[in-house]
């Protein structure tokens, strides 16, 4: 059976992780391997600069401080799949995101924003496997 976008949000019986230096099998909902990410990034993903300047008051919109960060954003009950990334990358972190606004649910947030990891890590893996 193929998986893709369509089906990859939870639908799926077995994981089989394959981090960067040891092997190892995680029974789940999902398959984690990189077709499987490129489509979840691709659907839910997002690679964002903020733009900042730290002396001028956050109200002013005009910033020049730099922060690349890449993100993946799931509802609630998808949250174990963020914590496989992590695990699969071996960096970022994962965040609960409250949202209060009618018919939305809370999230929970794959982010890394550190740019040695974006540099080593996530940038090389988009560049061999392309959205």
């Known amino acids: 059976?193929?998986?893709?976008?369509?089906?990859?949000?939870?639908?799926v019986s077995w994981i089989i992780v394959v981090r960067r230096h040891v092997g190892q099998r995680i029974h789940s909902n999902v398959i984690l391997n990189?077709?499987?990410i490129i489509g979840l990034v691709d659907g839910e993903g997002s690679f964002t600069?903020?733009?900042?300047?730290p002396d001028v008051p956050k109200k002013v919109k005009r910033r020049v401080k730099?922060?690349?960060?890449?993100?993946?954003k799931l509802?609630?009950?998808?949250?174990?799949?963020?914590?496989?990334?992590?695990?699969?990358?071996?960096?970022?972190?994962?965040?609960?995101?409250r949202d209060k606004r009618l018919?939305?649910?809370?999230?929970?947030?794959?982010?890394i924003a550190n740019r040695?990891?974006?540099?080593?890590v996530i940038i090389p893996f988009f560049k061999k496997h392309k959205l």
């Open 103 to 111: 018919n939305h649910q809370n999230c929970y947030r794959y982010e």
């Open 49 to 53: 600069l903020y733009i900042r300047d």
């Open 66 to 72: 730099i922060k690349p960060r890449f993100y993946i």
């Open 116 to 120: 040695k990891d974006l540099e080593n």
């Open 1 to 11: 059976m193929q998986y893709n976008e369509t089906n990859a949000a939870s639908e």
């Open 34 to 36: 990189s077709n499987y």
């Open 75 to 97: 509802i609630e009950k998808d949250k174990k799949i963020l914590y496989k990334l992590k695990d699969f990358f071996g960096c970022g972190n994962v965040y609960f995101q």
